[in-house]
Structure formats: C-alpha cells, structure tokens
C-alpha cells in the first residue's frame, strides 16, 4: 500500500493526538509546513515525518524524584532503636 504524500489537518490532529488549535499554533510557528491543495490544507508527508522525529524524548517518570533534594528525616522523627 502506498503512503500518503499529504495529510489533511484532520488527519493531522488524528495522528499526532492534538486538538485543531495546537494544529495551528505548530503551523504558525513554524514546526509544521501547511500548503494548499484546491482549498483543502494539506502537509506533506515529510513536514509530518520531521516534526515527530524532532520531538524531545519523553522524561522518566523517576526524574523529578532523582532530581528533588535528598531530605534528611529528623531525628525526632525516627523509630527508637
């Protein structure tokens, strides 16, 4: 099966999970490569493909832990021996 060369803005937001708006504001800023196809607004495959390659990778869920001070308990605080 051939891949799609364009994908329309529905399309878009279906495949990267977003709402219409962030659609635009990626478009606005740069990040996404909008064109006209008759009166339809497509984005190339490619544009598509570069955005999602260009993501940060997804933080650890340890790594707000790991980066939180060490926190010494009290003394008052701890069991008796």
Known sequence: MLEPLVYRTKECCDLLRIKPTTFWKLVKEGKLEARK?????????????????????A??????YRAAPSVEVPTSWQAPS
């Open 37 to 57: 196809l008759g009166g339809v607004t497509v984005v190339p495959a490619g544009s598509l493909k570069r955005f999602a390659e260009n993501l940060p990778p």
């Open 59 to 64: 933080a650890s869920p340890w790594a707000a």
